[in-house]
């Protein structure tokens, strides 16, 4: 991440601006900001470099849709599963939504190519390459899917699934079902920082003055941290980095941004 219509009905966000930017900086540490009021579906970030070309990109989806199509049974049928090794390291239980188009072939925040017909998923804080069994709750089917990208970016969800892996799980229908997520060790890759680099993430905005606006204003708070704003296909987002990019900080920094409308992401990029 170096940073759709009857399946994206809960992934929106809204910004209102009634106080405007010149009491910005005050705002932003007592009482928050306001934004121009938007109202935008979360992307995440920008994908980061890589040579890997196969699955993977989530966005946040909203209940039983996808995208106004769905894969052929013979299609999901056909789709790979992962093969973790060893016992789960975490598990966490909470909601589950997928995503089909118009997402299928855009890049994933791992830098490969989102196949809507692979066992892929989407979490915010996982480290990419990460295999997770998913399980849904209402009737016990279980499917195993790879981390491929981050999201999703809608506050009461922790696991966005691709189309193939929702349909073999019956949540596609649903749209957004209460699932466990079972994750396994990551793989290793050299020069790797096991523990994370972590950013924080805030978005999107219709209007991009309105992010470069927040931008700049972070930037004269957080005079150590790296600050730059980007465009998605939903809107523009913002995005802080810490100098050390570390899980602590992040998280400090995140804890310390009150919006009215929206709530900090704390986002890891690898």
């Keep these: 991440m170096n940073p759709v219509a009857h399946c994206r009905r809960a992934g929106a966000v809204a910004f209102g601006r009634t106080l405007g930017w010149a009491l910005l900086p005050l705002l932003l540490g007592l009482a928050g900001c306001r934004h121009k009021n938007s109202s935008v579906n979360y992307q995440p970030p920008p994908p980061l470099p890589s040579t890997a070309r196969n699955a993977g990109a989530a966005h946040p989806a909203q209940p039983g849709t996808a995208g106004g199509r769905s894969a052929s049974a013979g299609t999901v049928a056909s789709a790979e599963q992962p093969t973790p090794h060893g016992k789960p390291v975490s598990t966490e239980v909470g909601l589950a939504s997928w995503y089909g188009p118009p997402y299928a072939n855009r890049a994933g925040a791992d830098g490969t190519i989102y196949n809507q017909n692979a066992m892929t998923a989407a979490h915010r804080t996982l480290p990419m390459g990460s295999i997770v069994r998913v399980t849904n709750l209402t009737n016990n089917q ?129």
């Design 142 to 270: 279980a499917v195993f899917v790879r981390i491929t990208d981050r999201g999703p970016f809608v506050n009461d969800r922790i696991l966005d699934l691709s189309l193939a892996a929702a349909k073999s799980i019956d949540l596609y229908r649903a749209g957004v079902s209460k699932v466990r997520v079972d994750a396994f060790a990551p793989p290793v890759h050299p020069g790797v920082d096991p523990a994370g680099k972590w950013c924080v993430q805030i978005g999107a905005f219709i209007d991009q003055a309105d992010a470069i606006q927040l931008k700049n204003d972070l930037i004269r708070r957080y005079k150590t941290a790296k600050v730059i704003e980007f465009a998605g296909p939903t809107g523009h987002w913002v995005r802080i980095n810490p100098a050390n990019l570390d899980k602590t900080s992040a998280s400090q920094i995140a804890s310390s941004i009150h919006l009215p409308d929206a709530l900090p992401y704390i986002v890891r990029l690898n």
